[in-house]
């Protein structure tokens, strides 16, 4: 059982924890994620560790309750226990000395940007960040991102804050001016990470997207998060989950990602996760 020593909700929807896990703590690095699992026979989600503290034996993970699993997440508060917390998974992300990078998080991939930006930074490159979501309050982690960025860049869809409009417009603002842009990594929604690799393409822009696969073991024995990258079929968990955002065929990750939407969506369906702490409720 992994104790949850502090709760911050960020947004309506994203909530950051900090979790007892010194093993993880000590090991991880930038682009690592975990595995969790609220209770017993619960779903496992991957989740990118954002922040570790190896003297506390803490990791930092920020969450969106959009799903069953993450919604039942939700739920807990600071001095509760989360089931499972297996990792640090994936490979690391390949931090290089690129000279000016621009790191793009989109909605919660912000946190999962977050860790890269500051390995980045620390390596010697100049940082030019932007931040999108659909409303100012679903563009999180400016004030972080500033600490390791040249200068951050917000753009909102509805316009409420910052820039009107999507991460790609301020993006293709970067490739036409003369912040000699060498690099890009990009983090969020897959149609936006698809967007961003279309628009590089054009600009023969070096450019790595983390893939947010369906996902159960992290081991690579399930075969759930296969993609297809560069013709091959590769494994999000034990091969990525960063990789050349050009090879990347998005439009075969959409379709597979929708895989089980509409039995999530059925009026009637009721997840065993909600069953377990309806009666878990009842017998306390």
Do not use: W
């Not at 081991?219 to 999000?236: D, I, Q």
């Not at 034990?238 to 990602?257: K, S, Y």
């Not at 369906?269 to 309806?278: E, G, I, S």
């Amino acid at each position: 059982m992994f104790r949850i020593v502090a709760k911050q909700q960020l947004a309506p929807t994203i909530s950051k924890y900090i979790i007892e896990a010194p093993f993880i703590a000590r090991k991880r690095k930038a682009g690592n994620f975990v595995i969790i699992r609220v209770m017993e026979g619960g779903e496992r989600i991957p989740l990118t560790i954002v922040d570790s503290d190896p003297a506390a034996g803490t990791v930092t993970l920020i969450v969106q309750a959009i799903g069953k699993t993450t919604k039942l997440l939700a739920t807990k508060r600071e001095g509760e226990f989360i089931k499972d917390v297996l990792g640090p998974l994936g490979n690391p992300t390949p931090i290089e000395h690129h000279g000016t990078v621009a790191c793009i998080g989109g909605g919660v991939g912000t946190a999962e940007l977050l860790p890269i930006a500051k390995a980045l930074h620390a390596a010697g490159n100049t940082i030019y960040s932007i931040i999108g979501g659909r409303t100012r309050e679903l563009a999180i982690l400016e004030e972080e991102m500033k600490e390791c960025s040249q200068e951050v860049f917000v753009t909102t869809d509805d316009g409420s804050y910052g820039r009107k409009g999507l991460v790609t417009d301020q993006l293709r603002d970067f490739l036409d001016g003369d912040f000699g842009i060498k690099a890009v990594y990009a983090i969020g929604p897959l149609p936006m990470m698809k967007a961003v690799a279309n628009l590089t393409k054009h600009y023969n822009i070096h450019t790595l997207v983390s893939l947010n696969a369906i996902m159960v073991d992290g081991t690579g024995m399930c075969g759930g998060c296969r993609v297809s990258v560069g013709g091959e079929m590769k494994f999000a968990c034990v091969d990525g989950p960063e990789f050349d955002a050009h090879l990347v065929d998005f439009d075969e990750m959409i379709m597979r990602n929708r895989t089980y939407l509409d039995l999530e969506k059925e009026s009637d369906h009721r997840c065993n996760l909600y069953k377990q702490a309806d009666a878990m409720e009842g017998a306390a």
